[in-house]
């Protein structure tokens, strides 16, 4: 990395956010790092100013997160609802199929263990008032948790001589926690796998999260890559084993996208976990229930209080936005019907085209969701959905890339992360809790917002 601020002041006080030198030795420091494409290291992106949030907005965000989780978990494990819902969907999409393929493997009932995390943005609602209004549930790889804690303890620090306060974020601690605790009601004995993706830049966060099951939890843990596990991985009395040591816990931070299946070797790994005893977080089950389609059907109240109750049904109906698949009939706030598409074509800018796809830059807007849609035939059309474009305010912040400070007009997008275990699919949950968050700011330019892209960046709640 060359970054020019060895000799450069600590203190640049004409500014009034941290200074650029701080944040970034706190960042280097406490590891909020990636690789960058030609495999060196560089800090991970991060505001310098932290976000001053209308706090109902950021409270029912939190709470939101546990009644997801649990939702999910019971949607995960109705087959009837699953299969008939994602019917065409499968037939369209080569990857809903596979993952059907994997869920047919099970052996048998088995725990759960979830490390999600709710992704929610502060809308603008029609009577003035912000209201979180979900994006998406991670059901799946759910990252920079560990990232996030650090740039929360590195806005505490360089504000350590103000009255500033800001919410708690130990993410990262929470995450291992979860998982070792859920391990260990289980009363495994084997290795946690974490499955990674081939030369994936984002490798620090989740070598903390390794660093902690083994050191504070006493686990131990190994690293492979879906190849790997599939052409090394086998089952002995219906466990699994790879490099001789039984898996008791797979946990993925792979395999949430088809480029993460690089030959069937790939997918015999998820074979073998599916058919074994082990623990897969989250399962081919699990996965299924995250699709953008099953969000699509899950956005009212009536399809919601199938899984919960009337009142958190109601609850959570009030943070969906209008969804439609393409080749559906959409009422519009004007009252006319016309298919999801037509409107979404007259409307491009109220809208997102989502294809069933996981790990951001997948996404069409504008002009771009007008090209997409203008091609498509009907099959295809089953592969996508549409989604209310979310709006919020604008405010000011300071983002550090690179080490430089660019201020920029801002959205935000805040998840908390929660952790939740069932011993088995109808038992209640033994633990769901929401602990820690990630807030991702973007640039207003920004419809999507990577923060390996420089164009999102972790930041801090401020009190
Ligand atoms: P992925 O599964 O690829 O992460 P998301 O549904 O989270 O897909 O969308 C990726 C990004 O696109 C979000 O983080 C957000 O910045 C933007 N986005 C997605 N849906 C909306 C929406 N309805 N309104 C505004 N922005 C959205
Ligand atoms: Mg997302």
Same mark, same amino acid.
């Given at each position: 990395?060359?970054? +020019?601020?060895?000799?450069?002041?600590?203190?640049?006080?004409?500014? +009034?956010?941290?200074?650029?030198?701080?944040?970034?030795?706190?960042?280097?420091? #406490?590891?909020?790092?990636?690789?960058?494409?030609?495999?060196?290291?560089?800090?991970?992106?991060?505001?310098?100013?932290?976000?001053?949030?209308?706090?109902?907005?950021?409270?029912?965000?939190?709470?939101?997160?546990?009644?997801?989780?649990?939702?999910?978990?019971?949607?995960? &494990?109705?087959?009837?609802?699953?299969?008939?819902?994602?019917?065409?969907?499968?037939?369209?999409?080569?990857?809903?199929?596979?993952?059907?393929?994997?869920?047919?493997?099970?052996?048998?009932?088995?725990?759960?263990?979830?490390?999600?995390?709710?992704?929610?943005?502060?809308?603008?609602?029609?009577?003035?008032?912000?209201?979180?209004?979900?994006?998406?549930?991670?059901?799946?790889?759910?990252?920079?948790?560990?990232?996030?804690?650090?740039?929360?303890?590195?806005?505490?620090?360089?504000?350590? #001589?103000?009255?500033?306060?800001?919410?708690? +974020?130990?993410?990262?601690?929470?995450?291992?926690?979860?998982?070792? @605790?859920?391990? /260990?009601?289980?009363?495994?004995?084997? *290795? *946690?796998?974490?499955?990674?993706?081939?030369?994936?830049?984002?490798?620090?966060?989740?070598?903390?999260?390794?660093?902690?099951?083994? @050191?504070?939890?006493?686990?131990?843990?190994?690293?492979?890559?879906?190849?790997?596990?599939?052409?090394?991985?086998?089952?002995?009395?219906?466990?699994?084993?790879?490099?001789?040591?039984?898996? %008791?816990?797979?946990?993925?931070?792979?395999?949430?996208?088809?480029?993460?299946?690089?030959?069937?070797?790939?997918?015999?790994?998820?074979?073998?976990?599916?058919?074994?005893?082990?623990?897969?977080?989250?399962?081919?089950?699990?996965?299924?229930?995250?699709?953008?389609?099953?969000?699509?059907?899950? %956005?009212?109240?009536?399809?919601?209080?199938?899984?919960?109750?009337?009142?958190?049904?109601?609850? =959570?109906?009030? %943070?969906?936005?209008?969804?439609? /698949? =393409?080749?559906?009939?959409?009422?519009?706030?004007?009252?006319?019907?016309?298919?999801?598409?037509?409107?979404?074509?007259?409307?491009?800018?109220?809208?997102?085209?989502?294809?069933?796809?996981?790990?951001?830059?997948?996404?069409?807007?504008? &002009?771009?969701?007008?090209?997409?849609? @203008?091609?498509?035939?009907?099959?295809?059309? @089953?592969?996508?959905?549409?989604?209310?474009?979310?709006?919020?305010?604008?405010?000011?912040?300071?983002?550090?890339?690179?080490?430089?400070?660019?201020?920029?007009?801002?959205?935000?997008?805040?998840?908390?992360?929660?952790?939740?275990?069932?011993?088995?699919?109808?038992?209640?949950?033994?633990?769901?809790?929401?602990?820690?968050?990630? =807030?991702?700011?973007?640039?207003?330019?920004?419809?999507?917002?990577?923060?390996?892209?420089?164009?999102?960046?972790?930041?801090?709640?401020?009190?």
């Amino acid at each position: 990395m060359t970054l +020019n601020l060895v000799r450069m002041p600590l203190k640049m006080n004409e500014l +009034n956010h941290h200074s650029p030198k701080e944040a970034l030795e706190f960042l280097l420091a #406490h590891g909020a790092v990636r690789y960058t494409d030609t495999g060196q290291v560089t800090h991970l992106p991060c505001s310098l100013t932290p976000w001053k949030p209308d706090l109902g907005f950021v409270t029912e965000t939190e709470e939101l997160t546990t009644l997801y989780t649990e939702m999910y978990h019971r949607v995960a &494990q109705d087959d009837d609802f699953l299969h008939t819902e994602l019917e065409k969907a499968r037939q369209a999409d080569e990857f809903i199929e596979r993952l059907f393929q994997a869920k047919s493997k099970e052996s048998g009932p088995k725990p759960s263990i979830y490390l999600n995390r709710n992704d929610c943005m502060p809308a603008n609602l029609s009577d003035g008032s912000i209201w979180p209004k979900q994006v998406e549930m991670n059901l799946m790889a759910s990252a920079l948790g560990e990232a996030s804690s650090v740039v929360y303890r590195m806005h505490r620090f360089l504000s350590q #001589h103000t009255e500033r306060r800001f919410k708690e +974020n130990y993410a990262g601690r929470g995450l291992a926690r979860g998982l070792a @605790e859920a391990y /260990k009601a289980m009363n495994a004995t084997g *290795i *946690i796998l974490l499955l990674i993706p081939v030369g994936e830049v984002s490798v620090f966060d989740q070598r903390i999260t390794e660093t902690r099951l083994v @050191e504070e939890h006493g686990l131990k843990t190994m690293r492979a890559s879906l190849e790997e596990l599939g052409e090394q991985g086998e089952i002995r009395a219906g466990d699994l084993y790879f490099c001789g040591h039984q898996v %008791s816990v797979a946990y993925f931070r792979t395999g949430y996208s088809p480029r993460h299946y690089l030959s069937e070797a790939a997918w015999n790994a998820r074979n073998l976990i599916e058919e074994s005893t082990a623990v897969s977080v989250p399962s081919a089950r699990t996965q299924l229930a995250n699709t953008k389609l099953i969000q699509l059907v899950l %956005s009212t109240e009536e399809v919601l209080s199938k899984f919960v109750s009337a009142e958190v049904a109601a609850r =959570l109906a009030r %943070s969906c936005v209008a969804f439609t /698949k =393409l080749d559906a009939p959409f009422t519009g706030i004007d009252g006319t019907t016309e298919l999801g598409r037509d409107h979404a074509l007259k409307n491009p800018d109220d809208w997102v085209l989502k294809p069933h796809r996981e790990g951001g830059g997948n996404n069409f807007f504008g &002009q771009e969701l007008i090209r997409e849609l @203008e091609h498509m035939n009907a099959r295809q059309s @089953e592969a996508f959905i549409l989604m209310e474009k979310i709006r919020q305010p604008v405010f000011d912040s300071v983002r550090m890339v690179e080490g430089q400070a660019i201020p920029c007009r801002c959205f935000t997008e805040l998840g908390f992360f929660g952790t939740a275990f069932y011993e088995a699919p109808d038992a209640q949950a033994r633990e769901n809790i929401a602990n820690g968050y990630l =807030l991702r700011t973007k640039d207003e330019s920004m419809d999507e917002g990577l923060v390996l892209g420089g164009f999102s960046f972790l930041d801090t709640i401020q009190l």
